[in-house]
């Protein structure tokens, strides 16, 4: 790929003679214009000739552009309906992600269930979700810690700076994973079309393309990506490129729920269907959870309630 | 430059209508290039990418992907009384493998009943730390305990997680001809002040120590 092109035949017929000096032209030497007119004459291509080559070649691009337009493999933000199995049709669903913030308990099991499901490696920075403390001191101060992204579980008091020994007004846990935006910046950045959505809403990452430029990971504004270090566990040893949360697709194209949400011993994390699942419409109907941070406008479709979204 | 005059006196079109055929079959000649490079692209095979552009493959590989965590439903086609036992206490919510472990491995092989024991983690101190240590921000219906305070150092000893039922510490009762010192429990500061979690090794509790041996418990009367 790296290795010099070959000298074209052209560069070949003309061995590297050292280049004449420039030198002023000789006045005598230049032919008048009167006597070069019929030469131009008879180079020349009438301008109707020359306009219609140019429309036509014009048209012919035109057409060309129009008809690739009609079939959207190069598309790389529009939501296709790729088939995934028999059993799983995703243009059906509606899934939906709700995180309740005055259930977690900041056990941290999601973490760890994750990092097992999806061969996410183990040290804490490289994480697809993540717990977060938020606590508010009586000064009125605010602090956020998620000390080893919450997958042990969090000290008695918040380990933020600054937040030792001030007296705790309120706090509450907020589980994170990617929010599968509707309006995402991730597939916008991407300069390689590799992370796209699917016709159910979900987000992926396409090892195979992935550059590993980390547009995507700074263009999220939840911080939701990384870059797979590379290592002994490097998932299909694709090293260097870019993963999230995939709301566990082998699972809810299984019928199961993720990882995450099936092992909360307190249900902070519920999924399912808007669809068809009660639960789910239940919880849209009476509790209406809310996106954090909405003011990012990218339409995040994982769903908070509980102090995060009631204070925020 | 003459030579290509030529050639261009010979092939450009006479007519409006030549002019017209001409740049229709130009521009039919490009559509059917195109469509034929986008067929080929879609197909998975172009000359001008050596990568899979067959989008549908991703999500499908994404899909395959092996299970961890089998489910607290799958579990419970198999063990059923646990499920039942679970269900009806205040550990409900919880899913199996929240403590057992990721076990979609041991689900998918279907072992035969009482065939062969499923050799389990046992479930340890931090599986009920884990939730069960009082921290900030944890919820006030969450029962939460300080694990230096707390009676025994090891969970199971007295409680059981499937339905959530406890040993009590018995009541200390000594009797009266053997009473230790008083101050031997009660300092100064009340009897609330001490580590009520008992010594592991022989410390300067050694008066407590010569009744009651460590992580055991207290005596009973009988002893």
Known sequence: ?312 | MTQLRAFWASVRPRTRRGALIAVSSIVAGAAVLSIALTVAASMAWSPYVTFDLDRASNPRAWAANELSFAGSTTCAECHAPQAVKLRANPHAGVACESCHGALAEHAASSPAPGSARLALAAATNEDCLRCHTAADAKPATLRTIDPWQHFKPVCLECHDPHTTDATRPPVVRHPLDDLPPCVTCHGPEGFKARNLRHPDATTDDAACLECHAPNRGPARDDD
């Open chain 1, 1 to 312: 790929m790296r290795t010099p092109v070959p000298a074209s035949p052209a560069d070949v017929a003309t061995p590297a003679a050292p280049r004449p000096v420039e030198t002023a032209p000789d006045p005598a030497a230049l032919v008048p214009l009167a006597e070069l007119a019929p030469a131009i004459q008879e180079a020349s291509v009438s301008r109707r000739a020359f306009l219609g080559f140019g429309l036509a070649i014009t048209g012919a691009l035109a057409g060309a552009a129009g008809i690739a337009r009609l079939f959207p493999v190069f598309a790389d933000d529009a939501p296709a309906a790729y088939p995934i199995s028999s059993a799983y049709d995703p243009s059906t669903k509606q899934w939906t992600f709700v995180v309740d913030t005055a259930a977690c308990i900041g056990c941290g099991l999601c973490v760890v269930a994750c990092k097992e499901e999806n061969n996410v490696p183990e040290e804490a920075e490289y994480t697809r979700t993540w717990v977060e403390r938020h606590v508010t001191t009586t000064d009125g101060a605010q602090y956020v810690d998620a000390p080893d992204a919450g997958m042990n579980g969090f000290p008695p008091e918040s380990t933020a700076p600054g937040a030792a020994g001030k007296f705790v007004e309120s706090s509450f846990f907020e589980p994170r994973l990617c929010m599968q935006c509707s309006e995402s910046p991730c597939t916008g950045v991407c300069p390689v079309g590799a992370t796209y959505r699917t016709a159910d809403g979900v987000i992926l990452v396409d090892a195979r393309r992935c550059i590993g430029c980390g547009y995507c990971v700074v263009a999220c504004p939840y911080g939701a990506r990384y870059l797979v270090p590379a290592g002994p566990d490097t998932p299909g040893g694709y090293a260097g490129v870019a993963d999230k949360c995939t709301w566990c697709y082998h699972r809810i194209s299984r019928g199961q729920k993720p990882a995450c949400v099936e092992i909360c011993p307190v249900g902070a994390r519920q999924f399912g269907d808007a669809a068809t699942d009660a639960n789910i419409q239940e919880l849209l109907a009476t509790r209406r959870p809310l996106p954090l941070h909405p003011e990012y406008g990218t339409r995040p479709r994982v769903l908070y309630l509980g102090p995060a979204v009631e204070e925020a």
